[in-house]
Nanobody, 115 residues
């Protein structure tokens, strides 16, 4: 089992920045992927960014150049630095990890970008 605690969601104006954090606990020694998804109202959940033990995976075009994922292995934490935020980035952001063939999800953190 892996437990995830997210933080950092907030209301921000367009053009602003936020950093999301996700701290993992439990069977963390077997985590081979950490990432962020988001889900806007009425839309499907979509991958925002991901990082393996080796490197980050390619960003989706909408996030490239604005979002950066990083991982602090010592703190078992993954971060999502978001800049140049747009109203269309408004969504609930979910942290996810994969460990021993299982996928775990955080409770989600709300990001709202006002125009």
């Amino acid at each position: 089992q892996v437990q995830l605690v997210e933080s950092g969601g907030d209301l921000v104006q367009a053009g602003g920045s936020l950093r999301l954090s996700c701290a993992a606990s439990g069977r963390i020694e077997s985590i081979n992927f950490m990432g962020w998804y988001r889900q806007a109202p009425g839309k499907q959940r979509e991958l925002v960014a991901g990082i393996t033990s080796a490197d980050s995976i390619p960003y989706a075009p909408a996030m490239k150049g604005r979002f950066t994922i990083s991982r602090d292995s010592a703190k078992n934490t993954v971060y999502l630095q978001m800049s140049s935020l747009r109203p269309e980035d408004t969504a609930v952001y979910y942290c996810t990890v994969r460990s021993l063939g299982y996928t775990y999800w955080g409770q989600g953190t709300q990001v709202t970008v006002s125009s």
